[in-house]
């Protein structure tokens, strides 16, 4: 019977994230940076099957939830940023150490709410150029 290995899983509890070196306060979840790159065609009439290349790789968008909070300076850059379309840095602060860095537009700031139940804010940045990933190393 083989030894029992823990998981190395990166928890999500106490990961931080800011918006031009502003923190947004109560983040509940988070999606991305997860783009992709497209394809084009490269087929000619030498071709005995469709050839392909990669296009320029696209980091797509981050997106993330949080409670509603009119007075949280982050929340109100967010939305300050998004009306003036004003490109910041982002930071995302994983609890193991990495920390994905890029720069991107605030393009989606929507509240809902329900029946006994708080206000929430979907927000969305729509990433331009390159996301830069940094990793402590373990000692």
């Known amino acids: 019977m083989e030894p029992y290995i823990e ?26 940076p997860g783009g992709v790159a497209g ?3 490269v087929t000619n009439l030498q071709s005995t099957r469709v050839e ?3 296009s320029l790789p696209d980091e797509g968008d981050f997106g993330f939830e949080c409670n509603l ?23 995302l602060e994983l609890t193991d150490g990495t920390t994905l ?7 989606g700031f929507v509240i809902s709410g329900g029946v006994d139940n708080k206000v929430s804010a979907a927000i969305t940045l729509a990433i331009t150029g390159e996301v830069e990933w940094s990793t402590l190393e373990s000692s």
């Not at 949280?72 to 840095?89: E, F, H, P, S, Y």
């Not at 860095?101 to 393009?107: E, G, I, R």
């Open 7 to 32: 998981s190395q899983a990166v928890e999500t509890q106490g990961t931080r994230f800011t918006w031009n070196n502003i923190h947004v306060g109560e983040q509940v979840s988070f999606t991305g």
């Open 39 to 41: 394809t084009y065609q």
């Open 52 to 54: 392909k290349r990669p």
């Open 69 to 91: 909070v009119p007075g949280d300076t982050g929340q109100q850059a967010l939305l300050i940023d998004k009306a003036t379309r004003t490109v910041r840095t982002c930071i």
């Open 101 to 107: 860095t890029f720069q991107a537009y605030c393009t």
